[in-house]
Nanobody, 115 residues
Framework: QVQLVESGGGLVQPGGSLRLSCATSRSVFSMYTMGWYRQAAGKQRELVAAITSGGSTNYADSVKGRFTISRDNAKNTVYLQMNSLKPEDMAVYYC?????????WGKGTLVTVSS
């Protein structure tokens, strides 16, 4: 069974930074596009950033220039570095692994941005 194990969420003040991590198996990591989605209270889940197995990245307009997605192939881990956090970034962040045939989700990690 495929597992995506997220970590790194927490409470941060506006303007602060957090780094989320998502670890999975090598078989998934090497073949799938890895992404981060978020879902704020009362809103639909939305794509934040994604990175292909080849390293191409894609970002939501709302996070461009503030968030960076990266992957460590040796650790089978994808990261989301979040800088200059805003209250509107507060959400549950979900790790995602996607191929043409399958999609896997992590359980989510809560990011709270508040003073």
């Amino acid at each position: 069974q495929v597992q995506l194990v997220e970590s790194g969420g927490g409470l941060v003040q506006p303007g602060g930074s957090l780094r989320l991590s998502c670890a999975t198996s090598r078989s998934v990591f090497s073949m799938y596009t890895m992404g981060w989605y978020r879902q704020a209270a009362g809103k639909q889940r939305e794509l934040v950033a994604a990175i292909t197995s080849g390293g191409s990245t894609n970002y939501a307009d709302s996070v461009k220039g503030r968030f960076t997605i990266s992957r460590d192939n040796a650790k089978n881990t994808v990261y989301l570095q979040m800088n200059s956090l805003k209250p509107e970034d507060m959400a549950v962040y979900y790790c995602n692994a996607a191929s043409i045939a399958r999609v896997y989700w992590g359980k989510g990690t809560l990011v709270t941005v508040s003073s």
